[in-house]
């Protein structure tokens, strides 16, 4: 069979780029201190599988360094290895490379050999070093194995220190169903086991099901194999490295240390068994990484029968493991029956488990992939029938007679299932904020590094759920946040000890939703922004008069226009500008809104208020003439009808109206967008405050209808953007309403009269 | 309509004919290539978009997209017409670079479907300068008519990049 592998590599890179998100992860935490041994088990398992997969596909490179990454691993997983920063630090690295390797084989881009080469002398480097050998804590601190403090390089390997390797083994092996389904194939392995030493398989089909039943793509077979020879158990191993966790593999050696071995691997599956019960892991593979983790619980039971049969080559060899064996020895006094017996007794659950342990790995999480295109035409599809639903509630609403009420209750649940749907729909486009958040522990580590401070990251709220949409482009400017919080938020250490501060800092995102949006914050606690330094900065540039007197608010809002943010600005506040009229600019794009509250000296915080999602929004409906406009509610201040005593004119055309203590300008729509209205007197209409960049200004418009959530469509997909609108909607009656794009409506009305032609030349 | 069965221009025989289907618009008989018509609606009515030439009559809503509908009478510089229930819009789907742009056309009446031979279409004449000249792909005669074949990529494509004007009328 010839099978094309060509396209399993997109699926091979996504989901190894996810595999390298959580090593990064594990990584991080395993620096951050904490000591839990399924953390390297995560570690491993990523190098691991992008190994496998990168040989399957032929990507060579990735294979081979991977590989000797494994190597490393394994060692820090047996314990031979501590993870101390140096080597999180290798691994990091590792770990970006790999990113880069897989991103320049997808894009089909060379290699950067180089620094693969590099990488991976470095790595060799360390191997070369001797490993301390003192077992790493996370071993120790493991609760699967609380009987299992022994050294773990003897553990290992329970049968070669005795240089008495068995005379051959008998290997029951047992795949999985879904050993077939996932490209591997059992001959090949039996050739493979075959080319170590004379084989005789036996083949089990007691589990074969009757044909009709028959599922072609299910292995039931089991094989029974003895091999012969003085091989070691670790290459027998590794012709199954494959299959690990996609089947139940029974290793027993025969010969002279044999029935030594086959109870301690035997005592390993128990043990195994008895950790996959009480931390019911998620996956198969977990089990098996926990057997393996595991096995250093053999040489107890090893020891026991050892010697009570003979006396063992073991213990002379391993005179840490005679101390352990002690006790052992002396709870199991009677010869050869009692081990024997307890490991058979042990293997009952261990082989009661493994079900369960399969079914878990069959269940995968229960997601599939779908790609975004879908998901919005189905949105698309929902909208549409939206419409048609309240286009016929609106013809049922005259008709009468009983049938008629009947009908229109029927509309009524009809609308209610529909706006089910388009929840559920909406729904299915959320994901967790974690997504974006989880960049940030590296990031905050590598220019905390840097930059000599010490900074301690909190993340909270990361299972916000947000449009991916929105996920997509809320990235950069909370980088950027973030960024300028570590740089010039908080300070050195030594600054922030002579400010009765804790030496570390803290920087804290924090994510939550707040009535229909979502609102994340980028804390801090370092020196806080500098009120009058911007001030004066802001008034040498212009941008002030100056004996203006600004709110605080104001004040902090002038860091986000642009050119604000140079190197000219004096340095200690000034940096926060750096790119902040971006981040503005990009949260305003997206609906949503900037926010700045700070104190000097105890830090400062940027909230930003995001749109659960970019293809739904909160309009209120306004009628200019006959022309009906959507104003998204989030820009909206308030709603006034205007009295006399407000309005002033400034010259011939320009009316201001007084609110409060602000002047703001009137902007007639019907003026603007040349359209006929109903009322030309601003006492007849209502004046909308708006409000866009920290401007507002008054809309007069006729009347206000009703506020709904629209469906946002693109004037571009078939037209051009227009400036001043945002997108187009369906309203209940199919009409089509322009959305208001309040910053682009504004900018109109300033651009208006002197500087039309230049308009219609940026239009052009 | 006119209940002529489906006139053959001359030549049908000729490989690479390409069918087109015609329609009025102030008297003269215009054919747009068949291929690129998606439907033929009623009208129904658009949504006004400012700062849009006043031959883009605006947008409408066709199932779920929005669609600009260009009168074709307006953007040759006829005069115009009153909308009614019987005002026909063409909806095309054009090329417009890498991408696919649907548009409505509104014209008076849809005629016929013609196939028409390469050979005996003549290139338009040139008539100084005229943009619109542009959009005609060339003329052809049938039943002593002549019929102005668009090339409906350039139009709608002229008229969704047209200049912005300050508000429409």
């Given at each position: 069979?010839?099978?094309?592998?060509?396209?399993?590599?997109?699926?091979?890179?996504?989901?190894?780029?996810?595999?390298?998100?959580?090593?990064?992860?594990?990584?991080l935490?395993?620096?951050?201190?904490?000591?839990?041994?399924?953390?390297?088990?995560?570690?491993?398992?990523?190098?691991?599988?992008?190994?496998?997969?990168?040989?399957?596909?032929?990507?060579?490179?990735i294979?081979a360094?991977?590989?000797?990454l494994?190597?490393?691993?394994?060692?820090?997983?047996?314990?031979?290895?501590?993870a101390?920063?140096?080597?999180?630090?290798?691994?990091?690295?590792?770990?970006?490379?790999?990113?880069?390797?897989?991103?320049?084989?997808q894009?089909?881009?060379?290699?950067?050999?180089?620094?693969?080469?590099?990488?991976?002398?470095?790595?060799?480097?360390?191997?070369?070093?001797?490993?301390?050998?003192?077992?790493?804590?996370?071993?120790?601190?493991?609760?699967?194995?609380?009987?299992?403090?022994?050294?773990?390089?003897?553990?290992?390997?329970?049968?070669?220190?005795?240089d008495?390797?068995?005379?051959?083994?008998?290997i029951?092996?047992?795949?999985?169903?879904?050993?077939?389904?996932?490209?591997?194939?059992?001959?090949?392995?039996?050739?493979?086991?075959?080319?170590?030493?004379?084989?005789?398989?036996?083949?089990?089909?007691?589990?074969?099901?009757?044909?009709p039943?028959?599922?072609?793509?299910?292995?039931?077979?089991?094989?029974?194999?003895?091999?012969?020879?003085?091989?070691?158990?670790?290459?027998?191993?590794?012709?199954?490295?494959?299959?690990?966790?996609?089947?139940?593999?029974?290793?027993?050696a025969?010969g002279?240390?044999?029935?030594?071995?086959?109870?301690?691997?035997t005592?390993?599956?128990?043990?195994?068994?008895?950790?996959?019960?009480?931390?019911?892991?998620?996956?198969?593979?977990?089990?098996?990484?926990?057997?393996?983790?595991?096995?250093?619980?053999?040489?107890?039971?090893?020891?026991?029968?050892?010697?009570a049969?003979?006396?063992?080559?073991?213990?002379?060899?391993?005179?840490?493991?005679?101390?352990?064996?002690?006790?052992?020895?002396?709870?199991?006094?009677?010869?050869?029956?009692?081990?024997?017996?307890?490991?058979?007794?042990?293997?009952?659950?261990?082989?009661?488990?493994?079900?369960?342990?399969?079914?878990?790995?069959?269940?995968?999480?229960?997601?599939?992939?779908?790609?975004?295109?879908?998901?919005?035409?189905?949105?698309?599809?929902?909208?549409?029938?939206?419409?048609t639903?309240?286009?016929?509630?609106?013809?049922?609403?005259?008709?009468?007679g009983?049938?008629?009420?009947?009908?229109?209750?029927?509309?009524?649940?009809?609308?209610?299932?529909?706006?089910?749907l388009?929840?559920?729909?909406?729904?299915?486009?959320?994901?967790?904020?974690?997504?974006?958040?989880?960049?940030?522990?590296?990031?905050?580590?590598?220019?905390?590094?840097?930059?000599?401070?010490r900074?301690?990251?909190?993340?909270?709220?990361?299972?916000?759920?947000?449009?991916?949409?929105?996920?997509?482009?809320?990235?950069?400017?909370?980088?950027?946040l973030?960024?300028?919080?570590?740089?010039h938020?908080?300070?050195?250490?030594?600054?922030?000890?002579?400010?009765?501060?804790?030496?570390?800092?803290v920087?804290?995102?924090?994510?939550?939703?707040?009535g229909?949006?979502?609102?994340?914050?980028?804390?801090?606690?370092?020196g806080?922004?500098?009120?009058?330094?911007?001030?004066?900065?802001?008034?040498?540039?212009?941008?002030?008069?100056?004996?203006?007197?600004?709110?605080?608010?104001?004040?902090?809002?002038?860091?986000?226009?642009?050119?604000?943010?140079?190197?000219?600005?004096?340095?200690?506040?000034?940096?926060?500008?750096?790119?902040?009229?971006?981040?503005?600019?990009?949260?305003?794009?997206?609906?949503?809104?900037?926010?700045?509250h700070?104190?000097?000296?105890?830090?400062?915080?940027?909230?930003?208020?995001?749109?659960?999602?970019?293809?739904?929004?909160?309009?209120?409906?306004?009628?200019?003439?006959?022309e009906?406009?959507?104003?998204?509610?989030?820009?909206?201040?308030?709603?006034?009808?205007?009295?006399?005593?407000?309005?002033g004119?400034?010259?011939?055309?320009?009316?201001?109206?007084?609110?409060?203590?602000?002047?703001?300008?009137?902007?007639?729509?019907?003026?603007?967008?040349?359209?006929?209205?109903?009322?030309?007197?601003?006492?007849?209409?209502?004046?909308?405050?708006?409000?866009?960049?920290g401007?507002?200004?008054?809309?007069?418009?006729?009347?206000?209808?009703?506020?709904q959530?629209?469906?946002?469509?693109?004037?571009?997909?078939?037209?051009?953007?227009?400036?001043?609108?945002?997108?187009?909607?369906?309203?209940?009656?199919?009409?089509?309403?322009?959305?208001?794009?309040?910053?682009?409506?504004?900018?109109?009305?300033?651009?208006?009269?002197?500087?039309?032609?230049?308009?219609?030349?940026?239009?052009? | 309509?006119?209940?002529?069965a489906?006139?053959?221009?001359?030549?049908?025989?000729?490989?690479?004919?390409?069918?087109?289907?015609?329609?009025?618009?102030?008297g003269?008989?215009?054919?747009?290539?068949?291929?690129?018509?998606?439907?033929?609606?009623?009208?129904?009515?658009?949504?006004?978009?400012p700062?849009?030439?006043?031959?883009?009559?605006?947008?409408?809503n066709?199932?779920?997209?929005?669609?600009?509908?260009?009168?074709?009478?307006?953007?040759?510089?006829?005069p115009?017409?009153?909308?009614?229930?019987?005002?026909?819009?063409?909806?095309?789907?054009?090329?417009?670079?890498?991408?696919?742009?649907?548009?409505?056309?509104?014209?008076?009446?849809?005629?016929?479907?013609y196939?028409?031979?390469?050979?005996?279409?003549?290139?338009?004449?040139?008539?100084?300068g005229?943009?619109?000249?542009?959009?005609?792909?060339?003329?052809?005669?049938?039943?002593?008519?002549?019929?102005?074949?668009?090339?409906?990529?350039?139009?709608?494509?002229?008229?969704?990049?047209?200049?912005?004007?300050?508000?429409?009328?």
């Open positions: 069979m010839t099978l094309d592998l060509a396209q399993f590599h997109e699926t091979f890179f996504a989901e190894s780029f996810e595999a390298l998100d959580s090593m990064e992860a594990a990584l935490k395993l620096s951050a201190g904490e000591a839990d041994l399924e953390l390297v088990n995560t570690i491993f398992r990523v190098a691991h599988s992008i190994k496998g997969g990168s040989a399957t596909f032929g990507f060579s490179d294979a360094f991977t590989h000797t494994e190597t490393l691993l394994d060692e820090l997983r047996s314990g031979k290895r501590r101390d920063a140096a080597l999180v630090d290798t691994l990091l690295r590792s770990c970006d490379l790999m990113r880069d390797m897989l991103g320049a084989t894009s089909k881009e060379p290699i950067d050999k180089a620094r693969v080469g590099a990488l991976h002398a470095e790595i060799e480097l360390v191997l070369e070093t001797p490993a301390d050998s003192a077992p790493i804590d996370t071993v120790a601190g493991t609760a699967a194995m609380p009987a299992a403090p022994a050294p773990q390089d003897s553990a290992a390997r329970p049968v070669q220190p005795a008495e390797a068995p005379t051959g083994w008998r029951h092996f047992v795949p999985g169903p879904k050993l077939l389904r996932n490209g591997n194939d059992p001959l090949r392995l039996l050739r493979e086991l075959a080319t170590l030493g004379p084989c005789d398989v036996r083949v089990d089909a007691k589990w074969v099901p009757p044909l039943e028959l599922d072609p793509e299910e292995c039931r077979l089991s094989w029974r194999i003895e091999l012969e020879g003085a091989i070691e158990e670790a290459a027998i191993k590794a012709v199954f490295d494959w299959v690990e966790g996609e089947c139940d593999l029974n290793l027993e025969f002279p240390a044999a029935e030594a071995t086959a109870t301690a691997v005592a390993a599956a128990v043990t195994a068994a008895a950790a996959a019960t009480s931390v019911a892991p998620t996956s198969a593979q977990a089990v098996t990484a926990q057997a393996i983790a595991a096995e250093p619980a053999a040489p107890e039971a090893t020891l026991t029968q050892a010697t049969m003979n006396p063992p080559p073991q213990v002379s060899a391993n005179e840490g493991l005679a101390r352990h064996a002690a006790p052992a020895t002396n709870t199991a006094p009677a010869p050869t029956a009692a081990p024997e017996e307890s490991a058979a007794k042990a293997a009952a659950p261990a082989t009661s488990t493994a079900p369960a342990a399969h079914g878990a790995a069959s269940g995968d999480g229960g997601s599939i992939r779908v790609s975004i295109e879908k998901i919005d035409e189905l949105l698309n599809s929902v909208g549409e029938l939206v419409i639903q309240s286009v016929l509630s609106q013809l049922a609403a005259p008709l009468e009983r049938e008629a009420e009947d009908l229109r209750n029927a509309l009524g649940q009809l609308e209610r299932h529909m706006r089910g388009q929840e559920s729909v909406m729904r299915v486009r959320m994901l967790p904020i974690s997504v974006v958040f989880n960049r940030f522990p590296r990031l905050v580590r590598d220019l905390g590094q840097r930059l000599g401070k900074i301690e990251l909190r993340l909270t709220g990361d299972s916000t759920e947000l449009d991916k949409t929105v996920l997509e482009k809320i990235g950069d400017p909370l980088v950027h973030v960024r300028n919080a570590i740089d938020g908080i300070e050195t250490p030594e600054v922030r000890l002579a400010a009765g501060k804790p030496a570390h800092g920087i804290e995102l924090n994510a939550y939703h707040k229909g949006n979502v609102v994340v914050e980028v804390s801090d606690d370092g806080g922004l500098r009120r009058e330094k911007i001030l004066a900065k802001a008034r040498e540039r212009g941008l002030v008069s100056g004996d203006e007197e600004l709110s605080e608010e104001r004040v902090f809002n002038l860091i986000f226009a642009p050119g604000f943010s140079t190197a000219d600005v004096v340095s200690d506040v000034s940096g926060r500008g750096v790119g902040m009229d971006v981040v503005k600019r990009n949260i305003n794009e997206l609906g949503g809104h900037v926010q700045i700070s104190s000097p000296g105890k830090g400062s915080m940027v909230r930003i208020r995001l749109p659960l999602t970019l293809a739904i929004l909160d309009g209120q409906l306004a009628r200019v003439g006959e009906v406009y959507v104003v998204p509610i989030v820009s909206i201040v308030e709603t006034i009808q205007v009295r006399q005593e407000q309005v004119s400034i010259a011939a055309r320009a009316q201001v109206f007084r609110l409060r203590d602000d002047y703001l300008p009137i902007i007639r729509l019907y003026e603007l967008f040349g359209i006929e209205p109903q009322y030309t007197e601003l006492l007849d209409g209502l004046l909308m405050i708006v409000e866009a960049d401007k507002r200004v008054g809309l007069f418009v006729d009347e206000l209808m009703s506020q959530q629209v469906v946002i469509k693109s004037l571009e997909t078939n037209f051009r953007p227009v400036m001043g609108f945002a997108g187009a909607t369906m309203l209940g009656d199919g009409r089509v309403a322009l959305i208001l794009d309040i910053p682009g409506v504004i900018s109109r009305f300033h651009n208006r009269e002197p500087r039309r032609d230049a308009a219609q030349q940026v239009a052009a | 309509m006119r209940a002529a489906m006139p053959i221009a001359p030549g049908d025989a000729e490989a690479g004919t390409t069918q087109y289907l015609s329609f009025v618009c102030a003269e008989e215009y054919g747009v290539e068949i291929l690129c018509v998606q439907e033929i609606k009623g009208w129904e009515g658009v949504t006004r978009v700062y849009t030439p006043a031959y883009l009559l605006g947008v409408m066709l199932r779920g997209v929005i669609v600009p509908v260009i009168d074709l009478r307006l953007r040759f510089g006829l115009p017409r009153a909308m009614d229930g019987s005002t026909v819009v063409i909806v095309v789907r054009v090329r417009a670079g890498a991408a696919e742009k649907t548009a409505g056309v509104v014209v008076d009446a849809v005629s016929e479907v196939s028409v031979a390469p050979a005996n279409i003549r290139q338009a004449p040139d008539l100084g005229s943009p619109d000249g542009a959009c005609v792909r060339g003329l052809t005669t049938v039943d002593e008519k002549m019929v102005m074949l668009l090339d409906i990529d350039r139009l709608v494509a002229s008229c969704i990049d047209a200049p912005e004007r300050a508000g429409t009328a």
